[in-house]
């Protein structure tokens, strides 16, 4: 799995869009980007994957920059419940590993 | 998706004793799981994969005599911390991939273990 790179925190206001970034400048043709959280506590829960394109679900948005090498999760109105940490992962899809997960970007979401 | 359970959620031992912990895949049957173990303020550090009719497979510093897996059937592993210590309080969490493909990996709610 190519090295990720993100920030150890940040802080979001209540209904204001958080950005999250990642870096992974060795990713290969093949990885995709992976995106996970976890609630304090709790079992970390997926969020959204993709390969160039960028990709929306219900939970989020991830924009993969042209060359590949830098990513944003975007939770467009966060809420209280968002605060988790946030784990970026690039691997190649459907390998049956393991995730092997980084120390992840800690998120704040204040009132 | 794919339902993963953990039992108990949380528990109490003894210095010297065995504690374990079970992950059941609640709505299909899963050949292979995983565990992970979590200390305060870290990241999720994978311990085994588990297949279910043969042996885990451990990761480098993981002792295996001391973490037991059983995984005997396609619905069920089980992690077992035999001669527990303080030093192997941790959240414990067992997950699994989703019955179409391996692209996403479901957890479970996670065990905490405290070793008195």
């Known amino acids: 799995d190519a090295k990720t790179t993100q920030p150890t925190s940040m802080d979001c206001a209540e209904g204001r869009a958080a950005n999250l970034p990642c870096n992974h400048s060795?990713?290969?043709?093949?990885?995709?980007v992976y995106w996970y959280r976890q609630i304090h506590s709790q079992g970390p829960q997926y969020i959204i994957h993709?390969?160039?394109n960028n990709e929306t679900n219900e939970m989020a948005s991830l924009i993969i920059t042209e060359d590949r090498k830098s990513s944003t999760l975007i939770l467009p109105h966060a809420t209280l419940r968002d605060t988790a940490v946030y784990y970026c992962?690039?691997?190649?899809?459907?390998?049956?590993?393991?995730?092997?997960f980084g120390k992840g970007t800690s998120l704040l979401v204040t009132p | 998706g794919a339902v993963v359970s953990q039992h108990p959620s949380w528990v109490i031992c003894k210095s010297g004793t065995s504690v374990k912990i079970e992950c059941r895949s609640l709505?299909?049957?899963?050949?292979?799981m995983f565990w992970y173990r979590q200390f305060p303020k870290q990241s999720l550090m994978l311990m085994a994969t588990?297949?279910?009719?043969?042996?885990?497979?451990?990761e480098q510093g993981v002792e295996k005599d001391k973490f037991l897996i059983n995984h005997a059937s396609l619905t069920l592993s089980t992690l077992t911390v035999t001669s527990a210590h303080p030093e192997d309080s941790s959240f414990y969490i067992c997950?699994?991939?989703?019955?179409?493909?391996?692209?996403?990996?479901?957890f479970g709610p996670g065990t905490r273990l405290t070793v008195l």
């Open positions: 992962i690039v691997r190649v899809p459907n390998s049956g590993y393991a995730l092997n």
């Open positions: 060795t990713i290969s043709g093949n990885e995709y």
């Open positions: 993709g390969l160039k």
């Open positions: 709505d299909f049957q899963a050949t292979t």
């Open positions: 588990s297949n279910e009719g043969s042996k885990a497979t451990y």
């Open positions: 997950s699994e991939f989703g019955p179409f493909s391996y692209n996403e990996q479901f």
